[in-house]
């Protein structure tokens, strides 16, 4: 327990530094000796904890119930327990490592690099002079296109495919099944379509539109050191230039990035977003689940979209929409109170409107 109190930052061991925990574990499962207790809140506190002797304790919660210190034969104070995660999960990590090498089904094309202690899993395909950097994981399954690189320390789990050209830095991770550098979803008509007048806002769509012919993806994709990349989630490459998602930002499960986006550093995109294409998503920008982002916007630096709401317009730089259409979210939250109140400012409305025709009807007749 001393070992992990040290790696906390700002944590403080109290009890036994010589108890051995041998798994950290939910606090309802948490029965036997050699478990660790990770305690946050009085709510996840069970009535049996077993023969349970070690636990990570929030500070905040030590405070009001100083009975645990005594509980337990040793515990970890911290300021913040999800923060303590970080490091902890780290020592606990469940993750296989995989030993270096190329399985005989891999096929790797004339001209592909492959750095030293790589490992390349089954039925892998690497294009021909795509370039794999030192102590990259490469998961059965996975497709790296012509030409594309992958930087140093990488891990690119089962089905993930990288489309040729596309640039991965270094201690990317990308989870199953993502697919970057497919095509966008760019198609045009040869005269004004039903998307074209809505956007001026025409009440009709105005009868049928000519086909709709494809418009080629020349651009590519590339995906700066430390992001990582959920399971399913799309990023499509641009019809010209580059998309780009900057280093250290953080992309949920089933999220569609839409062709010609830049997305900013150290940001977080939840499940379930749609980002339309051409789109400048600032630095710490943070996009809740289900947030729908039109094309052509910008949202500034450190600002914060909440779930379900959809931004048509600018965001700016610090700001906390929310809503459909985003707006701030105090000017949201007031304006969804007042539609609360329809019913009952109709029923005042209506008793105004009797009470004055009542006023009309005594007033005397005009004479003249």
């Not at 050209?165 to 970057?180: K, Q």
């Not at 990349?229 to 019809?239: H, K, L, N, P, V």
């Amino acid at each position: 327990m001393a070992s992990l109190a040290r790696d906390v930052s700002g944590a403080e061991l109290v009890g036994d530094g010589d108890a051995v925990v041998r798994r950290m574990v939910h606090p309802s499962e948490a029965s036997r000796e050699g478990d660790l207790a990770f305690l946050m809140a009085a709510g996840a506190i069970p009535r049996d904890l077993g023969d349970c002797r070690c636990a990570i304790v929030a500070r905040e919660l030590a405070a009001d119930r100083p009975e645990l210190l005594d509980r337990f034969a040793a515990c970890v104070l911290v300021d913040r327990p999800r923060h303590a995660l970080v490091v902890l999960s780290r020592v606990f990590a469940r993750r296989r490592q995989t030993p270096a090498g190329i399985h005989p089904s891999a096929v790797v094309e004339e001209g592909a690099e492959i750095g030293g202690g790589c490992s390349v899993g089954a039925h892998v395909w690497i294009g021909g002079g795509a370039r794999i950097g030192a102590g990259s994981e490469i998961s059965h399954g996975v497709t790296v296109g012509a030409g594309a690189v992958i930087g140093r320390g990488c891990r690119l789990h089962p089905g993930v495919f990288i489309g040729d050209g596309v640039e991965v830095g270094d201690r990317v991770i990308i989870h199953p099944n993502a697919v970057i550098g497919g095509d966008g979803f760019a198609f045009d008509t040869a005269t004004a379509n039903s998307a074209e007048g809505a956007r001026r806002g025409n009440a009709s769509s105005g009868g049928a539109n000519d086909p709709f012919e494809r418009i080629e993806s020349l651009g590519t994709v590339r995906l700066e050191d430390d992001v990582e990349i959920g399971a399913c989630t799309t990023i499509d490459r641009s019809t010209l230039g580059t998309t780009v998602v900057r280093e250290g930002t953080k992309i949920d499960n089933l999220v569609q990035i839409g062709h010609g986006n830049t997305v900013g550093s150290h940001g977080m995109i939840c499940s379930q977003v749609g980002i339309a294409g051409s789109c400048e998503i600032g630095d710490r920008v943070i996009l809740a689940g289900k947030v729908g982002v039109s094309d052509h916007r910008k949202i500034g630096d450190d600002a914060v979209v909440m779930a379900k709401s959809g931004v048509t317009k600018d965001v700016p730089p610090g700001a906390v929409y929310y809503g459909m259409p985003a707006s701030p979210v105090k000017r949201t939250l007031r304006n969804y109170s007042l539609i609360n109140r329809i019913g009952e400012m109709r029923k005042q409305i209506r008793a105004l409107e009797e009470a004055v025709r009542g006023i009309s009807s005594s007033l005397p007749g005009d004479d003249r």
